[in-house]
């Protein structure tokens, strides 16, 4: 199994302000997951990362106000960019677990609260 | 495209009842199912899988699942929980062509009451 960290796990951060998200494997990935989980919604994923390229963004989500990079095959961070109080969620990243098992690891989530 | 309901946003119990979350999907596609877990302070972990064979799955700790393809419903039962089964439960689907992509219900807040 992977064992993914994040770091921050929570912040509070003022509106217009931008937050930089780690996501960190203890092992090498080809793909990395960003999820967001608004108050009372499910997860939704925002995006996925693939080392040597340009993350793909889903539907509503675009990369100017979550950029995200992904330097090497054990790390990656989302931004969040010009926040809002709409902005205030739980984002998780997470990784395949691979061999034809379908499912994924998720790390703990950073709670961000946007005031 | 695929959706997930899941009905109920919190479930009440008492310890040692019998419990079951309901979990419903619409998809044109073949699908895999999945049940995460998420303990207080703790982040998603997967608590069991449909992929094939055996409509019926079980997880270590006693929670059980059947893929019910004509009602489109996956749910989660345990016939006996316990004050620790007290979680967020997220029931999932994903394309079986494009496994990377989940889609997850609204979850659903267990609290076992002693």
């Known amino acids: 199994s992977a064992v993914i960290s994040q770091k921050p796990s929570r912040d509070i951060c003022q509106r217009g302000t931008s937050l930089t998200i780690q996501c960190q494997v203890d092992?090498?990935?080809?793909?990395m997951f960003w999820y967001r989980q608004q108050p009372g919604q499910s997860l939704t994923l925002i995006a996925t990362?693939?080392?040597?390229?340009?993350?793909?963004?889903e539907s509503g989500f675009v990369i100017d106000k979550f950029p995200i990079s992904r330097p090497n095959l054990t790390f990656s961070t989302l931004t969040v960019s010009n926040m809002s109080p709409e902005d205030s969620s739980i984002y998780l990243c997470?990784?395949?677990?691979?061999?034809?098992?379908?499912?994924?690891?998720f790390g703990p989530g950073t709670r961000l609260t946007v005031t | 495209a695929q959706s997930v309901t899941q009905l109920d946003s919190q479930v009440p119990v008492f310890e040692e009842a019998p419990v079951e979350l309901r979990c419903n999907y619409s998809?044109?596609?073949?699908?895999?199912l999945f049940w995460y877990v998420q303990y207080p302070n703790q982040g998603l972990q997967l608590l069991l899988k449909?992929?094939?064979?055996?409509?019926l799955v079980e997880s270590i700790n006693g929670f059980e699942a059947e893929f019910n393809k004509s009602q489109t419903s996956f749910h989660l039962r345990k016939p006996s929980v316990h004050i620790s089964d007290t979680a967020e439960y997220f029931c999932?689907?994903?394309?079986?062509?494009?496994?990377?992509?989940?889609?997850f219900g609204t979850g659903t807040r267990l609290q076992v009451f002693p």
């Open positions: 997470s990784v395949p677990t691979g061999s034809g098992s379908y499912e994924q690891y």
């Open positions: 092992s090498q990935v080809t793909m």
């Open positions: 990362a693939n080392q040597g390229s340009e993350a793909t963004y």
């Open positions: 998809s044109s596609v073949s699908v895999y």
């Open positions: 449909y992929l094939s064979g055996s409509t």
């Open positions: 999932a689907v994903s394309d079986q062509r494009n496994t990377d992509k989940l889609i």
